[in-house]
């Protein structure tokens, strides 16, 4: 069975601050790592996405990736109000089968509150 | 339009009833998946079709029949469900490469449907 964890939260952090959301999961398989934010009632979307080993950043946003230890994060710098959310981490095990595509294995969540 | 719509946003059915929920993507991919998103739960990978074929049915009841006519659509049919079933249902896609190449997936979401089930 694959898993991936993430502490549920509630994460709550002042405006300005770095929100810190953590991420593991079990399957060394694992290929590619996903963080998509959802608002409540809305659907997921897209942060960011990375599969090397290191930081990848984009914007305020900073994806972290330890293979060795298979532990995958999500910085968020200068919090603001709306970045209040849940921050879902996926996992992806590339599948082949003729063709290529993503079984993404998602964890429960982490629910960020920042707070002016 | 662009993304991936989907068709009813909210649906509120008897367990004796049959009604079918649609999505539509526009992104020119050609794999798209049926997620299951309940309260407290994450996310639940259901069906997946590839260049349409099914090629994933992750121990779903067959209560839920899903079809994919083409690579820009998709159906979940619901019969005889039960309250449990209630959630909110979410279409994503994604692009499909064909050999062994190593790639990253990205899979973007539509709106979901809101589904009560009575």
């Known amino acids: 069975q694959k898993e991936v964890e993430q502490n549920s939260g509630p994460l709550s952090v002042p405006e300005g601050a770095i929100a810190s959301l953590n991420c593991t999961y079990s399957d060394r398989g694992s290929q590619s790592f996903f963080w998509y934010r959802q608002y409540s009632g809305k659907s997921p979307e897209l942060i960011m996405f990375i599969y090397s080993n290191g930081d990848k950043e984009d914007g305020r946003f900073t994806a972290q990736l330890n293979k060795a230890s298979q532990y995958v994060s999500l910085l968020i710098r200068d919090s603001q109000p709306s970045d209040s959310a849940t921050y879902l981490c996926?996992?992806?095990?590339?599948?082949?089968?003729?063709?290529?595509?993503?079984?993404?294995?998602f964890g429960q969540g982490t629910i960020l509150t920042v707070h002016p | 339009e662009t993304g991936v719509t989907q068709t009813p946003r909210h649906l509120v059915m008897g367990m004796t009833n049959k009604k079918s929920l649609k999505c539509e993507q526009h992104l020119g991919h050609n794999a798209m998946y049926w997620y299951k998103q309940s309260a407290k739960k994450p996310l639940e990978l259901m069906f997946v079709y590839s260049l349409e074929e099914r090629v994933e049915n992750n121990s779903v009841p067959s209560r839920f029949s899903p079809e994919c006519p083409n690579s820009s659509h998709l159906f979940l049919h619901l019969h005889t469900l039960q309250p449990e079933d209630s959630a909110l249902y979410l279409c994503?896609?994604?692009?499909?490469?064909?050999?062994?190449?190593?790639?990253?997936?990205?899979?973007?979401f539509g709106p979901g449907t809101r589904l009560l089930v009575l």
């Open positions: 994503a896609s994604s692009p499909v490469f064909g050999g062994r190449r190593t790639i990253q997936e990205t899979q973007y």
């Open positions: 996926a996992v992806n095990f590339l599948l082949v089968r003729g063709t290529s595509y993503g079984k993404l294995t």
